[in-house]
């Protein structure tokens, strides 16, 4: 064996010294029954459940006691323009002697903290893995029926193929399929949520094909793995049995948004194939003896990938973070860096403080505002497929919804819809990889077309209305001056009644009464055919003949 291939053998794996994955789950809420026409606050039902949920919402930096404010906090705040700011942080306090108060943010943020670890084999035959869960949160917005779930875990120490297929297989709320042995596929092989002692308090349960396939094909729904359903109680599914005031539906794909953080010895060592699997989350793939891997896709499809996927800024051997990269595909961000770099490594001021902070908040609000485009783009299908033009009440219905939906997607544009974060060059660069790549400018343009046009719609439909109201009352108006001109013509009484006793007269003036509305009503039931009748009549081009026959076709002719 020569020295050359003796050293390509002896290659070690690569290691992710610290790996951190953040999942980022945005689900549509279904409104709380009594509460429609309403800004929604879901928030208050979570709160109002006490002991009954184990969330509990967050009093943060921004909100709590200033000893806790920190450095990275400040990195945070500065980093977004002022008007970012007032969505993420709400606004400060008022100046001396002002009477306004503060105003708290838009978003309201709750965590629980029974679940310590999470216990993962990726594959089958894979050793368990055992991640920190650093928090688990949910992520509320005012006037605006979504929720996002985050789940952020760590380790320490991995090999790159297993993190590689973490960040492929964790964060999936079911599973695509199974295998002819049943295994579920693209999926954990097991997944256990762990308290603080180590005792499960829920494990996925992907590989009961059955039970998955029954809630499908009787409730047109996909079903929930049970270990995200436990994660997302009192929450739970709309189409699931489990009782619950607030119920969610699934808005995006199934596999959950993420961001990646590995740190590794030598990043420069990796193949273009792995940031080629980091970045499109494809998996880990097969290893040679020299440590190479294929590329997941073929050489065209890939010719690209530098330019559409990687932000290589820091991509370089000098600077305070040597060799980072970030790779982003819109349903993913990650950055790999050097782990042997102070900076890149820091959690206070350095690009882990970044990613945990800055970067964090670019992912959630693209991912937020995508969420909020696509439920309203649901609320205008549901709206006209409960329509039912023969029936007044769902007509009604459906105008009560569209100008609900018309109203809450103004207020959603004037204040969650951003085109820049930040001034600063990798902020908005980030934020500008994740807008393109999730679609949002043109999925803006379509949903927002769309809903002026139903409201168009409606507005053409009261000016019709209010024309043949109009017109209604026109007709009545003319043929009701035939009758007034000819009773009032010099004051005259054809009956003198006036000096009839009392019950006479009250006879008399309800006769004239009743044949007067009976009058009235047939002459508004047949105003359209009458209205018809009076443009015939007023057309000097028309003879008498036809004016004659469209006066006989107020009573002899069909409706179209």
């Not at 503060?102 to 991640?131: E, K, N, W, Y």
């Not at 073929?298 to 820091?314: A, M, N, P, T, V």
């Not at 609900?404 to 990889?433: C, I, K, P």
Request: charged content about 20%; some cysteine.
């Amino acid at each position: 064996m020569t020295t050359a291939t003796a050293s390509a053998a002896a290659t070690p794996p690569p290691v992710v010294e610290h790996f951190r994955q953040v999942l980022l789950w945005p689900v549509r809420l279904m409104p709380v029954h009594g509460s429609e026409g309403a800004v929604a606050k879901p928030w208050q039902v979570l709160a109002d459940m006490g002991e009954a949920s184990p969330w509990r919402e967050v009093v943060d930096e921004f909100t709590g006691d200033s000893s806790s404010f920190h450095e990275r906090h400040y990195n945070e705040f500065v980093t977004f323009l002022p008007y970012v700011q007032r969505f993420l942080y709400g606004e400060g306090l008022p100046k001396h002697g002002s009477h306004t108060k503060p105003q708290g943010s838009p978003m309201r943020v709750f965590r629980r903290h029974d679940i310590a670890a999470v216990r993962v084999v990726p594959r089958p035959f894979d050793a368990p893995v055992t991640l920190d869960t650093v928090h688990v949160d949910l992520y509320f917005f005012l006037d605006v029926d979504l929720v996002l779930l985050n789940v952020e875990v760590a380790a320490r120490h991995l090999p790159l193929e297993t993190a590689q297929e973490l960040l492929y297989r964790f964060g999936r709320a079911y599973p695509a399929g199974w295998d002819d042995a049943g295994q579920a596929l693209h999926c954990l092989a097991s997944a256990e949520w762990l308290d603080a002692q180590g005792q499960v308090l829920a494990a996925s349960d992907a590989n009961q094909r059955d039970a998955f396939l029954s809630h499908v094909s009787t409730r047109r729904a996909p079903r929930i793995s049970a270990h995200w359903d436990f994660m997302m109680q009192p929450l739970v599914g709309d189409h699931s049995d489990h009782p619950g005031l607030l119920r969610f539906r699934q808005i995006e794909y199934y596999r959950m948004p993420l961001m990646a953080y590995l740190a590794m010895d030598r990043p420069r060592d990796l193949s273009r194939s792995d940031f080629v699997r980091l970045g499109l989350v494809t998996g880990s793939g097969a290893r040679d003896p020299a440590g190479g891997c294929a590329l997941p896709y073929g050489d065209q499809h890939l010719s690209d990938f530098e330019h559409k996927y990687c932000y290589d800024r820091f991509w370089t051997e000098g600077g305070a973070a040597p060799n980072t990269r970030y790779l982003c595909n819109g349903h993913a961000l990650v950055v790999v860096g050097d782990a042997r770099s102070e900076f890149y490594g820091c959690r206070d001021r350095g690009v882990l403080a970044q990613f945990r902070h800055q970067h964090f908040l670019v992912f959630l609000i693209a991912h937020f505002q995508k969420a909020a485009l696509l439920m309203y783009s649901d609320r205008l299908a549901e709206a006209l497929k409960n329509l039912d033009i023969s029936d007044a009440a769902s007509v009604r219905q459906f105008k009560r919804s569209i100008r609900y939906g018309f109203g809450s997607f103004l207020r959603f544009t004037h204040r969650y819809w951003f085109h820049e974060l930040s001034e600063q060059a990798q902020v908005r660069a980030l934020f500008h990889m994740c807008s393109q790549h999730l679609g949002l400018e043109p999925l803006y343009a379509e949903v927002k077309e769309r809903i002026a046009e139903m409201n168009q719609y409606l507005e053409a439909d009261s000016l019709r209305r209010q024309a043949n109201t109009v017109v209604r009352l026109t007709v009545v108006t003319i043929f009701g001056l035939i009758g007034t001109v000819t009773t009032g013509f010099l004051g005259m009484n054809l009956m003198a009644e006036a000096d009839a006793s009392m019950e006479r007269r009250l006879a008399i003036f309800a006769i004239v009464f009743i044949l007067t509305t009976v009058l009235t009503v047939y002459t508004m039931v047949k105003s359209k055919r009458l209205s018809d009748f009076l443009d015939v009549l007023s057309d000097e081009r028309l003879s008498m003949w036809q004016k004659g026959k469209a006066l006989v076709g107020v009573w002899t002719r069909k409706e179209d």
